[in-house]
């Protein structure tokens, strides 16, 4: 019998019978490197276990401990998915089942919509098919062969991918009698390997994700090596959706989307009106203390100006139409940069005048297909805390400095400590695709570079990643269940000033072209606002809950009294509110909780005698019964502070 040379991770040599399978070689090192192993990678590629090895080869077994061999397990979920699919529903045809980041789905075409009682059964069948232990059989298949089997089976999606994607033999997997695949593979060796998956919903899909195919039904679930980790990964999600800001919009009234407007345009209602005001204050307020000049520009503009900015070409299936206005065409705003470029244009500056700061809260319109708006993270109509920073190259690292510094300063005061950010830089001019000048790149990537470093800041490089006209920085917030939000981006931008001719008057008397900026740290005021919805769970901190201060007579003979309290914490400044309804205490106070409103003051016979109040908090209950000014003055420290008493 012939022999193979197999050469493991840590160089070592050894010879086996040609034919061995990576599982047996694994076992042959030690039964427990066997029992973990859920592939293998051969010369390099992933292989799977049970696949006999016919010549000399590099073999690594790869354990839970390897990302992807995650990604391997996921897929043979979505296997066994389709297989247990093939079982209960014979008349499914088949699409495709890739893993996902938490798991894995596999889309099905059927003409009867599965229901939430089927996913049970279908879950129930691979919980059944997984103790079969069945395994995963790779069989090679010439082409004109499988086409025809799979033609045979009705399986016309595999043969449109068998045509697209299979050389002259392809390799296909079965499980169980039922389920035959068209894949490259590979798998883990059986079904008992999957140890924790769970089936979570049902949506529609495209074939090939085309809209203008026919549509599927994918089903996603859940899979990890344990059952620690999918229970984990479970209560992440019921904390998701009980944060939802669509259903905590409506349940506390703060926001809607009109049917009768159309889709992705907000209304906000007056209690979340008043949160975004409050953004919108603290934005401005922070534009004055550090520079910048607040600007105000229309929402439309004649074409001829998109034209000159490029975004009439490169832009054109994100605007509105065009409309025709008197003797031109306009379209709605998409963007504010060449409105501020329009205002810093419009005199004369000199070098001494640099660096221009011009920011706005503006709002604009971008077209987004109808399938792929959200709430308030993806809409057509939103407004961002844009600026637009017009600087001399000496002056460039420490306006970043700045802008970082202030991106920082925006996700503290809102309640946000954990954040990195990625560097986006391009491919040192190699295919040529990008715009500006190798020197133009150089300096701005330096500055991003040495920003973060004088910050401090956690920064992962994306070579190859920025836009066509500029490097740029994205900061990412971690929310208080663990989730990355991408929030503030400082874009560089070597197109515009080019593209409209903007100069500056330098020291030597000539003109030369100031380096551009546009940055937004909020994004958009919507976006965040959604974001902060879902961080606080609607439990916003005291200085930004629209009702601050809910007051509650306890009987009749005191609502004189509560009125009292509720108009001396209006005309300090709080937004009180008094519930003056007949109705129990404990109903009222099971309400404004309900509301998520910070305080909640009980006015009874003790309370109006000593002018004192009794206090509850939302998060601790009671907090015993204090003086009113005491109260006033307590609160107002935690407004004032920007502080949580959570
Ligand atoms: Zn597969
Ligand atoms: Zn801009």
Not at 86 to 105: A, M, Q, S
Not at 374 to 391: E, M, N, Y
Request: hydrophobic fraction near 35%.
């Amino acid at each position: 019998m012939s022999s193979i040379q197999i050469t493991l991770p840590d160089g070592s040599r050894q010879e086996y019978p040609a034919g061995s399978r990576p599982l047996d070689i694994a076992r042959a090192i030690s039964p427990r490197l066997a029992d973990a192993a859920i592939v293998a990678r051969v010369n390099g590629e992933l292989y799977d276990l049970t696949r006999p090895l016919e010549t000399d080869a590099s073999l690594e077994i790869l354990t839970s401990k390897n990302p992807e061999a995650l990604e391997v397990y996921r897929h043979s979920a979505a296997h066994l998915l389709a297989a247990a699919v093939l079982e209960l529903f014979p008349e499914t045809k088949l699409g495709i089942g890739p893993p996902t980041e938490n798991g894995f789905y596999y889309d099905f075409q059927r003409d009867t919509p599965f229901t939430p009682e089927d996913l049970e059964k279908i879950e129930a069948k691979m919980w059944e098919i997984q103790k079969r232990d069945l395994p995963y059989e790779r069989k090679l298949t010439p082409k004109p062969q499988g086409l025809e089997k799979y033609k045979g089976m009705g399986e016309y999606m595999k043969c449109e991918l068998i045509e697209e994607k299979a050389g002259d033999i392809f390799s296909e997997y079965t499980l169980g009698p039922h389920f035959i695949d068209f894949c490259r593979g590979p798998h883990v060796p059986s079904t008992t390997k999957i140890k924790a998956f769970k089936l979570l919903s049902i949506a529609g899909a495209y074939w090939k994700g085309d809209e203008k195919n026919h549509q599927m039904q994918r089903i996603y679930g859940a899979a990890f090596f344990t059952q620690k980790e999918l229970d984990e990964y479970i209560h992440h999600l019921e904390e998701a959706r009980k944060r939802d800001h669509r259903k905590l919009g409506v349940e506390l009234d703060l926001f809607s989307i009109q049917e009768l407007a159309g889709p992705g345009l907000i209304f906000f209602h007056p209690k979340g009106g008043i949160i975004r005001k409050l953004l919108e204050d603290w934005m401005r307020d922070q534009y004055l203390k550090r520079g910048y000049s607040l600007v105000y520009t229309p929402h439309i503009a004649r074409s001829d100006l998109w034209k000159t900015s490029g975004h009439y070409n490169f832009y054109a299936e994100n605007m509105f139409k065009r409309m025709e206005l008197d003797d031109a065409e306009y379209q709605l705003k998409p963007m504010n940069c060449p409105f501020h470029i329009l205002i810093y244009r419009n005199s004369q500056r000199s070098y001494r005048d640099l660096p221009v700061r011009l920011g706005e809260l503006g709002t604009v319109y971008r077209y987004e297909r109808s399938g792929v708006m959200h709430g308030l993270l993806r809409v057509r109509g939103f407004t961002q805390d844009d600026a637009h920073i017009f600087c001399r190259p000496d002056q460039i690292e420490d306006e970043i400095v700045n802008c970082l510094q202030f991106a920082i300063d925006t996700l503290t005061t809102f309640g946000f400590d954990q954040y990195d950010a990625e560097l986006s830089t391009w491919d040192g001019g190699a295919s040529g695709k990008y715009d500006g000048a190798p020197g133009q790149w150089a300096l701005a990537e330096n500055a991003l570079h040495n920003a973060t470093a004088r910050l401090n800041m956690n920064v992962k490089v994306m070579a190859d990643e920025a836009a066509f006209y500029g490097p740029k920085i994205d900061v990412k917030l971690v929310d208080a269940i663990g989730r990355r939000w991408q929030l503030s981006t400082v874009q560089f931008d070597f197109t515009l000033p080019r593209r409209f001719e903007l100069e500056y008057i330098g020291e030597d008397g000539k003109a030369h072209q100031p380096l551009m900026c546009h940055r937004a740290l909020f994004g958009s005021v919507e976006r965040f606002f959604g974001i902060l919805l879902e961080h606080y769970a609607g439990a916003f901190p005291v200085w930004l809950a629209p009702v601050q201060v809910m007051v509650m007579p306890i009987t009749d003979r005191t609502l004189e009294y509560a009125r009292q309290i509720q108009a001396r914490l209006k005309e300090a400044g709080l937004r009180a509110e008094l519930d003056d309804r007949k109705e129990k205490v404990q109903l009222k106070i099971r309400e404004a909780q309900l509301q998520k409103v910070p305080y909640m003051l009980v006015a009874g016979d003790r309370e109006a005698a000593n002018n004192t109040v009794s206090v509850r908090n939302r998060k601790h209950g009671d907090q015993g019964v204090k003086p009113l000014e005491q109260f006033l003055a307590d609160t107002q420290k935690l407004i004032d502070g920007k502080i949580s008493f959570e």
